[in-house]
């Protein structure tokens, strides 16, 4: 099992930058993929970044360029920097770990935090 626990949402203005985290726990955080998803009300929740076990990332087209992942092994946490925020930013923002060996695989996700950006 692991668990997953998102925390840096919060209200900020337009252009403004925030710093999402997800501390993991329960298992051994270096093998899974790591996901940020975000979803907006009354819209499908998507993929807004990604990072591989190995250190490689992935980015919807909407924030490539103001928004970076990054993973810190020896803490067990995945960062989600966001810059020059928009308001078609604000979402509750969920953090996704996977893996899979064969026919065998772990799914995990947060509970969420609320990203508000409003002038």
């Known amino acids: 099992q692991v668990q997953l626990v998102e925390s840096g949402g919060g209200l900020v203005q337009p252009g403004g930058s925030l710093r999402l985290s997800c501390a993991t726990s329960?298992?051994?955080?270096?093998?899974?993929?790591m996901d940020w998803y975000r979803q907006a009300p009354g819209n499908q929740r998507e993929l807004v970044a990604a990072i591989t076990s190995g250190g490689s990332t992935n980015y919807a087209d909407s924030v490539k360029g103001r928004f970076a992942i990054s993973r810190d092994n020896a803490k067990n946490t995945v960062f989600l920097q966001m810059n020059s925020l928009k308001p078609e930013d604000t979402a509750v923002y969920y953090c996704n770990a996977h893996m899979s060996a064969g026919d065998y695989v772990e799914n995990y996700w947060g509970k969420g935090t609320l990203v508000t950006v409003s002038s």
């Open positions: 329960g298992s051994i955080f270096s093998i899974f993929a």
